[in-house]
């Protein structure tokens, strides 16, 4: 059995035509699936009995299980999945005054081994399916049906680096901004990579309004190849190389995250650095407080040292912004949730 969500509406046409129904067929399943949101070909009640059958043969429609729920004192909802394979991803629900956000992971683990992240604790299994990317979206928003309520936001921040899954994810995306799909405004969509350089050239010629983020957390090579693996590979220079390919073609505000580690990343040199770094860009940081992840030794500075590190970056003529603190009482920070459940069921995984 194959999951239909992985067909885009174009595949969809083909499926259909391909076994002798009209392409409109296609459109009235495609709105089953994504704004009617069903979970049973049974009930998509304009479509022939022959060609449910038929459906119902080949593939399945819902690709998630529930395994858990955590809800935050905030409001912030984390879910832990269970896929077909009986692997497990986390998304999570958020709730600000603008809407609500959707976070969704995009591989079962991570292998960019970022030493603050609760993520790469676990290394990748696999990569997610373009349809297990979109079904944590179709999820949540049946969730949210029930409530009358729509998600607005959706942010490629889970478990997972969006970059190493490029092809997967971009369908995904595909279906999650089609006005006949989930239909969420792609500049409601943000992608956060860890800063794969090629792969942002490759994204700069994509043509989509998406907003891209990069997880900087660092102000120089040497501090960000000890936190971010991936810097070895494509230090700051070929970074911001490809980000200014990326401005040049893209009328878009880069978002830089950066992570307020305590005693690490935010002194006055670190202030320094960044203005330097960010001189003559389209782009802001956002000042991020860490999660605390049980694993790791790192602790997020007190919010007078987050503020005073604020005042540096606006005294240096840097965009700046400080993120609010989301679902840090239920292990929200990427990665957490599941790392933390495998551990305690003390399954077949091995911690490195
Ligand atoms: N791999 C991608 C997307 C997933 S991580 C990336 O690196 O951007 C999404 C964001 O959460 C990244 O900026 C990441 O560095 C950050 N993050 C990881 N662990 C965190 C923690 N414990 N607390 C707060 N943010 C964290």
Not at 88 to 116: H, P, R, W
Not at 135 to 143: F, P, S
Not at 155 to 169: C, I, Q, R
Not at 219 to 226: F, I, T
């Amino acid at each position: 059995m194959k999951e239909i969500y992985n067909l885009s509406y174009d595949e969809l046409v083909d499926y259909v035509k391909d076994r002798g129904y009209k392409a409109y067929k296609a459109k009235q399943i495609y709105n089953w699936l994504y704004k009617k949101r069903v979970i049973d070909f049974s009930n998509m009640t304009d479509i022939s009995k022959d060609l449910i059958d038929h459906l119902k043969t080949e593939f399945y429609i819902e690709n998630l299980e529930l395994a858990d729920r955590h809800i935050s004192s905030d409001g912030t909802q984390k879910f832990l999945f269970k896929l077909k394979d009986d692997n497990l991803i986390e998304t999570v629900l958020m709730v600000f005054d603008y809407g609500m956000s959707a976070c969704i992971s995009t591989q079962v683990g991570c292998n960019m081994g970022c030493k603050f992240c609760a993520s790469g604790i676990l290394k990748k299994e696999r990569d997610l399916t373009s349809g297990e990317i979109l079904g944590q979206v179709v999820w949540l928003q049946r969730y949210l049906d029930k409530d009358d309520k729509r998600l607005s936001n959706l942010v490629v921040m889970g478990t997972g680096e969006p970059f190493d899954n490029y092809d997967n994810l971009m369908k995904a995306l595909k279906t999650i901004n089609d006005p006949l799909g989930i239909e969420i405004g792609a500049r409601h969509i943000s992608i956060s990579t860890c800063g794969i350089a090629p792969m942002i050239e490759r994204f700069a010629k994509e043509n989509v309004q998406y907003n891209l983020a990069i997880s900087l957390h660092a102000s120089n090579d040497e501090l960000r190849s000890k936190l971010m693996p991936i810097n070895k590979a494509y230090p700051l220079k070929d970074l911001f190389s490809a980000l200014k390919i990326y401005s040049k073609d893209n009328n878009r505000r880069l978002t830089l995250e950066y992570l307020l580690l305590d005693g690490i990343n935010n002194d006055v040199k670190n202030a320094d650095e960044l203005a330097k770094l960010l001189k003559g860009m389209n782009a802001y940081i956002n000042l991020i407080p860490y999660n605390t992840v049980e694993e790791k030794d790192f602790k997020s500075c007190s919010d007078r040292k987050a503020l005073e590190f604020y005042d540096l970056l606006k005294k240096r003529g840097v965009a700046v912004t400080l993120r609010q603190r989301k679902g840090d009482d239920i292990n929200a920070a990427c990665g957490q949730l599941r790392a933390k459940t495998i551990k305690e069921k003390n399954e077949i995984y091995k911690f490195k």
